[in-house]
Nanobody, 121 residues
Framework: QVQLVESGGGLVQAGGSLNLSCTAS????????MGWYHQGPGNPRELVAS???????TYADSVKGRFTISRDNAKNTVYLQMNSLKPEDTAVYYC???????????????WGQGTQVTVSS
């Protein structure tokens, strides 16, 4: 089994910063893509940013220039540095990892439990 544990959410004023982290543990051969998604009340879960094992990065247009995703492959950890936060960034942030548990195994998606980010105006 694989578990993703997130940390770093909280309450911050508009213009402030937060740094989220997510660590995967369990039986892991490698992790191709790690990413962050967010889900506001009544909204679908949407991609915020993702990063491949080799470092290719994708950002949602709404966070370009404000958020930075990074990862430590040795620690199976992904980070999301969020700067210049806006009230519309308020959401539950979820970590996702595409995990291969053995050399010839299939890739399985795992999700974290979510961490609340609230930005006050």
């Amino acid at each position: 089994q694989v578990q993703l544990v997130e940390s770093g959410g909280g309450l911050v004023q508009a213009g402030g910063s937060l740094n989220l982290s997510c660590t995967a543990s369990g039986t892991i051969f490698n992790i191709n893509v790690m990413g962050w998604y967010h889900q506001g009340p009544g909204n679908p879960r949407e991609l915020v940013a993702s990063i491949t094992f080799s470092g290719m990065i994708t950002y949602a247009d709404s966070v370009k220039g404000r958020f930075t995703i990074s990862r430590d492959n040795a620690k199976n950890t992904v980070y999301l540095q969020m700067n210049s936060l806006k009230p519309e960034d308020t959401a539950v942030y979820y970590c996702k990892a595409d995990v291969k548990r053995s050399r010839f195994g299939l890739v399985t998606q795992y999700w974290g439990q979510g961490t609340q980010v609230t930005v006050s105006s």
